[in-house]
């Protein structure tokens, strides 16, 4: 059931994509929004209760109409439901049309035009970045984007699918990625505070909770890429990054392809009370807002950017044959 509730959200994805502004996240960005407001009393166990039910209630609401539809109208209305969670929480058009674009205003030798998309994007300031900071730049944020919006919540969901968790597994890593990235957010926003301890919360379970998914995303990318210098990148450059799971996707990235990843962050532009909220699918894929040391490998170029597309899509192919294959295994024996 796994597999083909994964293929038919990615196709209605690919045809039909979610719109931005749309009411499912308007209700989870609404709830993020109440818990904070209700239970962050600035102190470390508020904040771990809050993370608790801004992230669990959602998963457990998931898995609770699983279970009823499989058990009252039958597994085709609970595969239904599966493709419906995937929908929203998975999906590369949720960030690939910022790719999509800033690839394109390169192309056309528009490099005033892809830095104002690059700080659209990212809420930076990329105004006197060179060529090749603009296309490193947009292959950090396209690959850690594509592993928060996909690979990761593939991982989740099909490792807890084998225990009849897949639903709850999709939602729980979307919403522990979005309540760290939304508080984040408001807590540098003026009057508008959410307290230190809940920020702390929140990133420190986000980063238990992806430790496992960014690293099979990372070995994914391997046997995709150039595998031994992905593997020699990720066992040598991935401390470079101040971000532990950031940095061992975004290291076995520049080995898959060879290319140089790293170097000075771009400053984030303080954000104000006028600036929108984040989304849900934001695809705010900033490795950290630290700088780091460059990886060895070749000087980003235009190139690299259809060298990261396929590197996506072949992994993409990879778990879905995979998983065909467990799906086949299961169904003969």
Known sequence: MSF????????LEQVRPLGRHNPVHAALRGWARWISRN???GKAHHGWLAWSLAAGVPALVA???DWFLAATLGWP???LWHVALLYVTLGFRQFSHHFTEIRD????GDEALARELLAQWQQVDAS?????EIVRHVIEYSVLAAHRHVFGVLACYSLLAVLGLGPAGAVFYRMSEFVARYWHYKGRVVGQPVSAALQGVAARAWGLIDWLPARITALGFAVVGS???ALDSWRNQAQRFPNDNDGVILAATSGAINVRLGGEALKAVAPSQAE?????????GTPSEADSESTPGREPEAAHLAQVVGLVWRTVVMWMLLLALLTLARLLG
């Open 4 to 11: 083909f509730a994964i293929l038919f959200a990615l196709l």
């Open 39 to 41: 239970f962050d009393a």
């Open 63 to 65: 898995l609770l109409v």
């Open 77 to 79: 209305f609970a595969v």
């Open 105 to 108: 205003a390169l192309e056309a």
């Open 128 to 132: 006197e970045l060179p060529r090749s």
């Open 227 to 229: 595998f031994e210098e």
């Open 276 to 284: 929108p909220e984040p989304e849900l699918a934001g695809g705010d």
